[in-house]
């Protein structure tokens, strides 16, 4: 059955380190997320991509934050200067443009990012 | 804005027990409710969902059942089995076409033999 993969599945950096974390999509699937769970709270959403642009944002993803779809297959998240705060779980969704299905996200089973 | 609000954890429970997590929304439209599980080192997985007033979600055993007149959405298992054990996460979204999850913090189940 296909799945999102993401990784590296746990990640260490130095505070105001640049992080790449990487997601694989389902491959028919036309809509990415992006969410982060900070230990003991809830899921938070992050951003979402369509059509190779950024559809909608929250006020967590500032100008620290960025997503890339490079090339067909990876789903990019960049953090360009990590603060402490920013240690979470990090997970990517996608889902298909279907309408029947429109609400069914598929996750990847997470990156933590710890920040030191 | 949109929120969710479920039970806090800890749930802990013997096995064939009843199970039910409270969760409850604030929307200013008229959303589709879910419930997702998290086994441990695994990724979110949609359980159930409901997409309008009155309709229940099910699967394995789990249910759910959307109820407008009190903006709830409860989980409920007949009798749970120590494979249930995980994080449950309740969650709205209000459509359109990015459908964009707001969930709850999550409610940690563990089920004993």
């Known amino acids: 059955e296909p799945e999102v993969t993401q990784t590296p599945s746990h990640q260490v950096t130095q505070m105001g380190q640049e992080v790449i974390l990487r997601c694989v999509p389902i491959?028919?699937?036309?809509?990415f997320y992006w969410y982060r769970q900070i230990l003991g709270q809830k899921v938070e959403f992050l951003v979402s991509f369509y059509n190779n642009e950024i559809s909608e944002k929250s006020e967590i993803f500032d100008d620290q934050f960025s997503v890339e779809r490079p090339d067909g297959s990876n789903f990019t998240l960049k953090i360009r200067s990590t603060k402490l705060e920013d240690s979470a779980m990090y997970f990517c969704?996608?889902?298909?443009?279907?309408?029947?299905?429109?609400?069914?996200?598929?996750f990847g089973p997470g990156t933590r990012l710890t920040v030191l | 804005g949109d929120s969710v609000t479920q039970m806090e954890g800890p749930v802990t429970l013997s096995e064939e027990a009843f199970l039910t997590i409270n969760c409850t929304y604030t929307?200013?439209?008229?959303?589709?409710l879910f419930w997702y599980v998290q086994y441990p080192g695994e990724g979110l997985q949609l359980l159930l969902k409901a997409t309008k007033a009155d309709d229940k979600g099910s699967n394995k055993g789990f249910e759910a059942t959307y109820r407008k007149e009190t903006t709830s959405f409860h989980l409920e298992k007949g009798s749970v089995q120590v494979s249930d054990s995980a994080v449950y996460f309740c969650?709205?979204?209000?459509?359109?076409?990015?459908?964009?999850?707001?969930f709850g913090k999550g409610t940690k189940l563990s089920v004993k033999p």
């Open positions: 969704a996608s889902r298909t443009p279907l309408s029947v299905r429109v609400h069914e996200q598929f």
């Open positions: 969650a709205l979204s209000e459509g359109g076409s990015q459908g964009n999850l707001i």
């Open positions: 491959s028919n699937h036309l809509y």
């Open positions: 929307a200013t439209g008229y959303p589709s």
